[in-house]
């Protein structure tokens, strides 16, 4: 049985992660009836961590600068069990779509104040996806997008200042792992079509 592709989107807050998670999965399934899609997230809700790390996020009263270390260290523990989930769902040809990875806590625990390389070397031993998509859209444009109920998150609450800061912490990681690992930029200022039709275009010459 062959592999499964991990595939993994990112981006600043109302990038539109969530959504091209979901047209991305609908298209996956109607593209081969030969296979199941497994359709992820992060934080996940099946370990304390991560059901820990979604009762912080949603606190409309939280600093979004407070406990770093702590949100940090909850994230690498989630993460742990959930590279053991993709790698069972891979293992068994299923493409895996997750909404954020690794790549969100280097970002957004960097803007708390973590060091960004830190965050980056200490999950050199998580899972390499196949394809990496950060949606790239200014702090100030994202902002401008239409409040929904998933984006009441505390860090959404955080100054335009703190998502400027997430912005340009994406575009480094990208500049440092560019040459390492499978990081497509896309413009997500653009309409849900348009950025989806890129995405499917990347996505087609891996399956």
């Known amino acids: 049985m062959q592999k499964g592709k991990f595939i993994v989107l990112e981006g600043i807050d109302k990038s ?10 609908s298209y996956l399934l109607d593209k081969s009836k030969s296979y199941s899609v497994f359709l992820t997230r992060e ?11 979604r009762d912080v996020i949603f ?8 406990d770093r270390n702590l949100i940090t260290y909850m994230f690498l523990k989630d993460r742990i069990y959930h590279n053991e989930v993709i790698n069972k769902h891979l293992n068994q040809g299923y493409p895996v779509v ?11 625990q960097a ?10 070397d200490i999950q050199k031993d998580f899972l390499v996806p196949d394809l990496v998509f950060f949606l790239n859209i200014k702090a100030e444009d994202a902002s401008k997008r239409p409040e929904t109920d998933q984006h009441k998150e505390t860090f ?3 100054s335009i200042e703190f998502h400027k800061k997430l912005h ?4 480094a990681i990208y500049n440092i792992l560019k040459d390492k690992e499978p990081i497509i930029l896309i413009d997500a200022s653009r309409s849900i079509e348009e950025v989806f039709e890129d995405i499917k275009k990347e996505v087609d010459k891996i399956l």
């Open 43 to 53: 934080p996940t809700m099946d370990t304390l961590e991560g059901r820990m790390l």
């Open 16 to 25: 539109g992660t969530t959504t091209q998670t979901q047209l991305l999965g």
């Open 111 to 120: 803007a708390q104040g973590c060091d960004l390389q830190g965050l980056i």
């Open 59 to 66: 606190k409309s009263n939280t600093d979004p600068y407070e």
């Open 98 to 108: 997750s909404d954020r990875y690794k790549y969100s806590t280097i970002a957004y």
């Open 168 to 171: 340009a912490n994406y575009l």
């Open 156 to 158: 959404d609450k955080a």
